[in-house]
């Protein structure tokens, strides 16, 4: 079992950045790719970004491509996604997601979400 735990989202204005943290426990993160969906209201959810389990590989939504960047840190089992030029129609719940195959349509393990709010 993987545990998976998001931290800094928030409310923030059109234009600014957030950091979101996936911190995990146990041994096992570099074993997992990782990744973010994100779910706003009325809305499927849908992946953002993915990275592969040494960062060789990653995938970006086009919605997001050339604003958010996602890494990892296989030493301090977190995981990272930069959003930057924030607009408002990124608010959403952001997941963070471990999977045993890279990109796999529904992640094998969910954090519990964090609410990222962009005010026009």
């Known amino acids: 079992q993987v545990q998976l735990v998001e931290s800094g989202g928030g409310l923030v204005q059109a234009g600014g950045s957030l950091r979101l943290s996936c911190a995990t426990s146990?041994?096992?993160?570099?074993?997992?790719?990782m990744g973010w969906f994100r779910q706003a209201p009325g809305k499927d959810r849908e992946a953002v970004a993915r990275i592969s389990r040494i960062g060789a590989t990653i995938y970006y939504a086009d919605s997001v491509k050339g604003r958010f960047t996602i890494s990892r840190d296989n030493a301090k089992n977190t995981m990272y996604l930069q959003m930057n030029s924030l607009k408002p129609e990124d608010t959403a719940v952001y997941y963070c997601?471990?999977?045993?195959?890279?990109?796999?349509?529904?992640?094998?393990?969910w954090g519990q979400g964090t609410q990222v709010t962009v005010s026009s």
């Open positions: 997601v471990a999977e045993k195959a890279y990109g796999s349509r529904w992640p094998d393990y």
């Open positions: 146990g041994s096992t993160f570099s074993s997992y790719h």
